[in-house]
């Protein structure tokens, strides 16, 4: 692939923070790090509502949105977030979510189709690879990768 290529078509990642959430090291960490591994990520700050990601989501063309909530308040916001998405065609954005999300709660909301949940200790070598693993065809093709 040429320099060219992977610059043209490099996957679109938005991180965001739902919530009132004051503390964003750790998507500051994760937007950093998904960038020095060839992504193009878009961090949304702090205070962000369902309907402020969407319209970041919608506006920037991302392939991935990441959800980082330390607040607790996922059950409420989580949900907000996924049916805005499917009510507006974007149920091939791949969406994950980290933070502090206690373990008995991950499989509900994987039912969200949130696909994966990072808590703390994960590498970001282990969210990129995710990423490139499960993000739509089109965005894992231009940058080489291939869905498992």
Do not use: C
């Amino acid at each position: 692939m040429t320099q060219q290529n992977e610059v043209q078509h490099k996957i679109r990642v938005l991180i965001a923070k739902p919530g009132l959430d004051g503390h964003d090291r750790g998507a500051k960490v994760v937007t950093r790090g998904l960038r020095d591994a060839g992504m193009e990520v878009i961090y949304t700050g702090l205070h962000q509502t369902p309907e402020m990601i969407l319209e970041a989501a919608l506006q920037e063309d991302v392939d991935a949105i990441g959800l980082s909530i330390l607040s607790g308040a996922h059950t409420v916001l989580f949900p907000r977030v996924m049916k805005l998405l499917a009510e507006n065609n974007m149920e091939d954005v791949l969406v994950f979510a980290g933070g502090i999300i206690p373990p008995e709660e991950v499989e509900e909301i994987k039912k969200l189709g949130i696909q994966a949940v990072f808590g703390p200790g994960t590498t970001i070598e282990e969210t990129a690879n995710f990423i490139r693993q499960n993000v739509r065809p089109t965005a894992s093709a231009a940058t080489g990768s291939e869905k498992s």
